[in-house]
C-alpha cells in the first residue's frame, strides 16, 4: 500500500504543479502580445489538471478500502501525505516558472504557425525537443526577495489561498467522509463537489475577474507589464500557502460531508 500512496502523492504533485503552471502560460501570451492564444492553452492545461481528479478519485478510494479491512493502517496521516504533496508540487512550479515562461513562449508561436493543437505537436521533432534545455532557467533569489504586494488586493492573495485550500482536499475530503459515516458511506464517498462547488464558485465570482483585470492592465502598461511576472509570483506563493491551509481544512470538510449526506 505504500507504494500505492507514493503513486497517488505524485500523481497529485503533478496535477497541482502543471495547473499552477498554466500562469507562465498567461504570462508569456501577455509578453509576446497573444493573450487569446495563451488563454486558450491555459484552459487546456486547467482541463486536464482538473479532470485527472477523476483518476486520483478512484485511485485513493482503493486506499479508503485498504484502510476499512486493515484497521492499524494509519490513514489520516497517508492522506496528509497526499495533500502535502500538492505544496511539493506548487513550490517545484515556482522554481519551473522561469523556465516555463520561456517554453510557453515558443509554444504560442509554434501553434500560431501550425494552426492548432494536434498539427503542433505532430509537427514536433526530436531536434526540437534537444533544444528545450536552452530555455531552461533558474530562479534567482533576487525575484523572490522583490516580491511585494504589488497592487494585488490583499483579499485576492487570501481568496486565492483559501481557493486552492478548498479544491485540493474536495476528493479527499469526501472519501474519509465515507469512513466516518458507514450507514451513507456511498453518497459520502461520491460528494466532493460540494467542496470543489464552493471552489469553483469562489473562483469564478472573486478570483477569476480580478485576475482578468490585472493581465488586461499589463496589456496596456508596459510598467504593469514588466510586474506582472512578480505578480504571477505571488498568486503561485498564495497557492502554496493554500495547500497548507487544505492541511487545517481537511478533517472539518470531511465532518461538513458526513453531516450534509444525512440530511439529503
Not at 497517488?8 to 502560460?25: K, Q, R
Not at 484497521?71 to 515556482?94: H, K, M, Q, Y
Not at 512578480?230 to 453531516?259: C, D, E, H, N
Request: glycine fraction near 6%; hydrophobic fraction near 50%; proline fraction near 3%.
Amino acid at each position: 500500500m505504500i507504494d500505492k500512496i507514493i503513486v497517488i502523492a505524485l500523481f497529485t504533485l503533478c496535477i497541482h504543479m502543471f495547473e499552477t503552471l498554466s500562469y507562465a502560460v498567461r504570462y508569456a501570451g501577455v509578453r509576446a502580445g497573444r493573450l487569446a492564444v495563451s488563454l486558450s492553452l491555459t484552459g487546456i492545461i486547467v482541463l486536464v489538471s482538473r479532470t485527472s481528479n477523476l483518476i486520483q478519485a478512484p485511485m485513493t478510494g482503493k486506499v479508503i478500502d485498504y484502510a476499512r479491512e486493515h484497521p492499524e493502517f494509519d490513514l489520516v496521516s497517508n492522506i496528509r501525505i497526499i495533500i502535502g504533496s500538492s505544496t511539493i508540487g506548487t513550490l517545484l512550479a515556482l522554481l519551473l516558472f522561469p523556465s516555463a515562461v520561456l517554453l510557453a513562449a515558443r509554444v504560442i508561436r509554434h501553434l500560431e504557425v501550425s494552426g492548432s493543437i494536434p498539427k503542433m505537436i505532430s509537427s514536433v521533432s526530436l531536434d526540437q525537443l534537444k533544444h528545450v534545455r536552452h530555455h531552461i532557467r533558474k530562479p534567482t533569489w533576487k525575484m523572490l526577495t522583490s516580491l511585494r504586494i504589488m497592487g494585488i488586493p490583499k483579499r485576492l492573495l487570501l481568496l486565492n489561498s483559501c481557493v486552492t485550500g478548498i479544491y485540493t482536499i474536495g476528493v479527499m475530503s469526501a472519501l474519509y467522509a465515507s469512513v466516518l459515516t458507514t450507514e451513507f458511506s456511498t453518497a459520502a464517498s461520491q460528494s466532493s463537489g460540494f467542496i470543489n462547488g464552493v471552489a469553483t464558485i469562489l473562483l469564478t465570482i472573486f478570483v477569476d475577474p480580478q485576475m482578468a483585470m490585472l493581465t488586461d492592465r499589463a496589456m496596456a502598461d508596459t510598467a504593469a507589464r514588466q510586474r506582472l511576472g512578480k505578480i504571477f509570483a505571488l498568486l503561485i506563493m498564495s497557492r502554496a500557502l493554500g495547500t497548507v491551509l487544505a492541511q487545517l481544512f481537511f478533517y472539518p470538510a470531511a465532518l461538513w460531508i458526513s453531516w450534509i449526506v444525512q440530511y439529503l
